[in-house]
């Protein structure tokens, strides 16, 4: 394999439709696990790592050393395996700085422990924008993508491009912005930035909501500019704006973002 091309391998999780995503420089090589995700049965507040495992188990068996476990950002809809990774692979954690806002957002709101830090020092990494790190013989950008959420962050990695939460399928949309923190504008221009990333730059999703197909992990730049039902051919901010926020409001919550968010703000450390 040549060292210098990013390979991933995508694992769907159908009850969270959320893909976790492992980039990697070669067989026998260095890697990135992007949005892990912990199995958690609502009914009985239990969790599983069969999810997690999938990933470890294509790691080892491909002879990978994890350099790092990456948030695109703080997840609403499912709980991450990063502190259970972490445990297994000793790899840092990161995610963007934006988490110490929503760290103070929902700490009002679920009225968290006094003593909860707000300052993002339960994850081992906090990116700004345009900063860069390895994975091997890969060369790691980070582009804040804010919007959906303050902490949002899109990974520039060889030629591809994990993008959160910030696009959906073409057919499907946007992100929605009705959390607290959530800003129509910001995520307008957050996805213009990703349309000025070279046409080839491959696309990967953190959801995919298929009706009637199988989820699909990779689209481009091109198809979500010229089919992208909230964004694609000339849609304007103002436009785009009056959309999402119509949409939202007519949105239910998360079904796990009480659970969900308490962990994830604590890089996946249930309390």
């Known amino acids: 394999m040549n060292a210098q091309m990013a390979y991933v391998e995508s694992f769907h999780d159908p009850a969270t439709s959320t893909f976790t995503h492992v980039v990697f420089d070669g067989e026998g090589g260095r890697a990135a696990i992007i949005d892990p995700v912990l199995d958690f049965d609502p009914a009985t507040a239990r969790t599983s790592t069969s999810s997690a495992q ?124 009705d959390f607290p923190g959530g800003d129509a504008h910001k995520l307008y221009r957050s996805i213009h ?13 953190c959801h995919d909501y298929p009706q009637g197909r199988e989820a699909h992990a990779l689209t481009s730049i091109a198809d979500q500019e010229q089919r992208n039902i909230h964004v694609g051919g000339s849609a304007s901010e103002d436009a785009f704006v009056e959309m999402r926020l119509k949409r939202d409001a007519t949105l239910s919550a998360p079904k796990l973002i009480g659970p969900a968010l308490r962990a994830n703000i604590r890089a996946g450390v249930i309390p």
């Open 54 to 177: 999938r990933v470890l188990d294509f790691v080892q068996a491909h002879g990978l050393h994890v350099d790092w476990i990456l948030e695109t950002h703080a997840h609403a809809d499912h709980l991450t395996a990063a502190a259970w990774l972490k445990r297994e692979t000793g790899a840092p954690v990161a995610i963007g700085r934006g988490i110490t806002k929503v760290q103070e957002r929902f700490k009002a709101l679920f009225g968290l422990e006094d003593d909860f830090a707000v300052d993002g020092s339960q994850f081992d990494r906090l990116f700004d924008d345009g900063d860069s790190f390895n994975i091997g013989q890969l060369t790691a950008k980070v582009m804040a993508t804010p919007g959906h959420t303050d902490d949002s962050l899109t990974y520039l990695i060889d030629d591809a491009a994990f993008i959160g939460d910030t696009l959906f399928a073409p057919e499907t949309g946007t992100a929605r912005v």
């Open 193 to 205: 930035r990703l349309f000025d990333l070279p046409i080839d730059t491959r696309i990967f999703l």
